[in-house]
């Protein structure tokens, strides 16, 4: 019985395998006519300063299917990594935040995420030096989020794809600090000029002692290079107020901000994100 029950088991297995295959095909497919078909567009996430004022603003995409409705990015990035549309991807979004980020009656930041695929791209650097011109928005005003995902292929080729990017007058932070292959000799060596610590050491925090110990160490770090850091996914007044004890530069999460589209942004008066035109 035992035996019977193991191959069934094995078929459920094989069958969801193959539905999943197949689902994913699908998604492949779609993918590659999304930027086309005008289905992606722009929510914005707002990054507070310690002192109170908004700093930027993150730009996260969102693909609004036909069918499926909104498709979360942390479902179809790694699928456009593997099938090779995210080149198309990202340089819409890069191209798009900047429009829209020019539009903004306040000069704030904003952040684009690149990923390590398209980092270790020859040409990223004469996409973002065309976004920048097509849209007149300042370098000043673009920073690229990037992972550290970058880092784990070639070295020297992630450190001149850096400098180029620093030569355009744009900033650059590491985000999803502490997740990834971290080690040390990266943040020593790449010109950063923030790093983000992962939501998921911030949801610990006030619970686990542990969680409080790295937060402090990368602050302490961060800050002994020269690094402002911003924390990610603060959602609680206790995580907020431990942040701010512990030097943290900049807050981004829920607490603050929710994603909102630039339409919902203007609307909001607290936000205080108005399109000059
Ligand atoms: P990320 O860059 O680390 O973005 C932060 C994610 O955390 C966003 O999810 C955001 O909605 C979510 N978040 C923000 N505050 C909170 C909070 O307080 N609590 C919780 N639970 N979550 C919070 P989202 O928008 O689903 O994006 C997921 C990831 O997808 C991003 O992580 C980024 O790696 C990737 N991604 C998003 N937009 C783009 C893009 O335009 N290009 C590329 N290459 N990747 C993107
Ligand atoms: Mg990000
Ligand atoms: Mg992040
Ligand atoms: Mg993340």
């Known amino acids: 019985r035992a035996k019977h029950e193991g191959r069934g088991a094995i078929r459920l297995f094989t069958s969801a395998m193959d539905q999943q295959l197949r689902e994913r095909r699908a998604v492949e497919h779609d993918l590659r006519f999304a930027v086309e078909r005008g289905e992606l567009h722009l929510d914005y996430q707002p990054q507070r300063h310690r002192d109170g004022h908004i700093s930027g603003y993150e730009a996260l995409v969102r693909w609004r299917h036909p069918v499926r409705g ?21 340089d819409w979004v890069l191209m798009e935040a900047c429009r829209q980020a020019a539009s903004w009656a306040e000069p704030l930041r904003v952040a684009v995420n690149v990923s390590a695929a398209q980092f270790r791209r020859d040409n990223l650097d004469v996409q973002v030096c065309k976004a920048l011109r097509e849209s007149g928005l300042p370098p000043s005003r673009l920073e690229l989020e990037i992972t550290e995902g970058v880092f784990i292929e070639d070295i020297s080729r992630a450190k001149r794809a850096m400098q180029a990017l620093k030569q355009l007058g744009i900033s650059i932070a590491l985000d999803d600090f502490g997740t990834g292959y971290s080690s040390l000799s990266y943040i020593e060596a790449f010109p950063l000029d923030r790093i983000k610590i992962d939501r998921s050491f911030v949801a610990r925090l006030g619970q686990s002692e542990r969680s409080l110990a790295i937060v402090r160490a990368v602050i302490g770090l961060a800050h002994g290079l020269g690094v402002p850091v911003l924390a990610e996914g603060i959602e609680t007044d206790a995580q907020m107020s431990l ?23 203007k609307k909001s008066k607290t936000l205080q994100l108005r399109a000059v035109s």
Request: negative net charge; contains cysteine; proline residues 9%.
């Open 243 to 265: 942040l701010l004890q512990e030097g943290c530069d900049e807050m981004q999460g829920y607490l603050i901000g929710r994603p909102r589209s630039q339409t919902g942004l």
């Open 70 to 90: 909104i498709v979360p990015p942390a479902e179809f990035i790694p699928v456009a990594e593997r099938s090779g549309s995210i080149a198309q991807i990202d």
